[in-house]
Nanobody
Framework: QVRLVESGGGLVQPGGSLRLSCAASRFTLDYYMIGWFRQAPGKEREGVSCISSSDGSTYYANSVKGRFTISRDNAKNTVYLQMNSLKPEDTAVYYC?????????????WGKGTLVTVSS
């Protein structure tokens, strides 16, 4: 069974950092666009960042640009999201997804999410 498993979430103070990991099993991430999405309580799921399967090009939502960095390690079949200068408004469940396009409808596989809480 194809699986994506997120890890690395937790409680962090404003201004702190976390690194999320997205590990794939039973399929190879190399061939997919990989996206990170988040959903805060009472809000819709939104795209945070995405990395291309072909040339490694990246996309970031304006709200995280300059603070978050997406990367992939094909040898480990894992994608990361380095999150720095975290703000309370970054609090959400973070999901990774794999698909053919960097948007919600282009994703075929989803993880179950990891909770990030930014609070003092």
């Amino acid at each position: 069974q194809v699986r994506l498993v997120e890890s690395g979430g937790g409680l962090v103070q404003p201004g702190g950092s976390l690194r999320l990991s997205c590990a794939a099993s039973r399929f190879t991430l190399d061939y997919y666009m990989i996206g990170w999405f988040r959903q805060a309580p009472g809000k819709e799921r939104e795209g945070v960042s995405c990395i291309s399967s072909s040339d490694g090009s990246t996309y970031y939502a304006n709200s995280v640009k300059g603070r978050f960095t997406i990367s992939r390690d094909n040898a480990k079949n894992t994608v990361y999201l380095q999150m720095n200068s975290l703000k309370p408004e970054d609090t959400a469940v973070y999901y990774c997804a794999a698909g053919i396009d960097c948007n919600y409808y282009g994703m075929d596989y989803w993880g179950k999410g990891t909770l990030v809480t930014v609070s003092s």
